[in-house]
């Protein structure tokens, strides 16, 4: 495996970006919707021009960031390993006055996610993790060690914003699971710090939605897997960079 970049450098990177959107967020913006019917503002942006100047300073290769995506193919499917951002995650969430949105931030190599910072400016709380190294939480100075806790019946989060028909129809096979619903990335690093077992998905994300949260969940020792094949979701797979179904779990054994 290559050489991790410095982490600490990653963090205060990323809460440097988690301040540039509070200080958007102290006064009055514009919201402008995307070709897709997404919002972004100039939060967003702010985020994006800290993070793509910030992370080839730590390691110099190539950032993939949700506000400038537009990489063709060609380019993308020679890249070994590479930065993907997110610069605010859950910004409907924003819009609407939640706290719980995110600076998203991993490291893909080879199409596996190594290392992933998520970090919410609103809560001052920053997570980081990635398999085999472990995963751990920042809030108000003190760091924690991050370990999976997994309770039956589970304790299941859904997306704010998302609650479909599949979502639903799959919650009935858990019908004494307690629901919570919350925004962005926030919902891995719930399940990463013991707070929650099951996160489901079956409506469209994109790569830089989910790729943070699953290296701190996976560094956590929990897993985010496709249902129908359990294989954990991969990265820069080809020209789509939309995420199929996906469950984020402390255990994949609750999925059995």
């Not at 963090?11 to 200080?23: F, K, N, V, Y």
């Not at 942006?45 to 992370?55: D, S, Y």
């Not at 859950?90 to 190599?109: K, P, Q, S």
Request: charged share 25%; glycine share 10%; aromatic share 8%.
């Amino acid at each position: 495996m290559s050489l991790l970049p410095d982490g600490r450098a990653l963090r205060e990177l990323c809460e440097a970006a988690g301040r540039d959107i509070l200080r958007v967020r102290e006064r009055r913006y514009e919201v402008v919707g995307k070709a897709d019917g997404s919002p972004v503002t100039e939060a967003d942006m702010a985020a994006h021009r800290r993070l793509v100047r910030g992370l080839p300073r730590l390691l110099d290769i190539p950032v993939l960031s949700e506000e400038q995506a537009d990489i063709a193919w060609a380019e993308r499917s020679g890249w070994h390993r590479y930065w993907l951002a997110d610069p605010l995650d859950g910004t409907r969430e924003f819009v609407d006055g939640f706290d719980d949105f995110t600076v998203n931030v991993a490291l893909i190599e080879q199409g596996v996610v190594r290392l992933g910072v998520v970090h919410a400016p609103a809560l001052a709380t920053t997570w980081m993790g990635g398999k085999g190294i472990g995963a751990w939480r920042w809030h108000e100075n003190r760091c924690r060690e991050l370990v999976v806790r997994v309770e039956r019946p589970p304790r299941i989060l859904v997306s704010r914003a998302h609650l479909d028909a599949q979502t639903q129809a799959w919650l009935a096979r858990f019908p004494e699971a307690t629901l919570e619903r919350c925004g962005s990335s926030v919902k891995f690093c719930r399940i990463a710090e013991g707070r929650a077992d099951l996160y489901p998905r079956f409506g469209p994300t994109c790569e830089w939605d989910t790729a943070a949260g699953q290296a701190v969940l996976e560094g956590a020792g929990g897993a985010v897997v496709e249902p129908h094949s359990g294989h954990a979701l991969s990265y820069n797979r080809g020209e789509s960079l939309i995420n199929g179904p996906f469950i984020a779990c402390s255990d994949p054994a609750l999925l059995q």
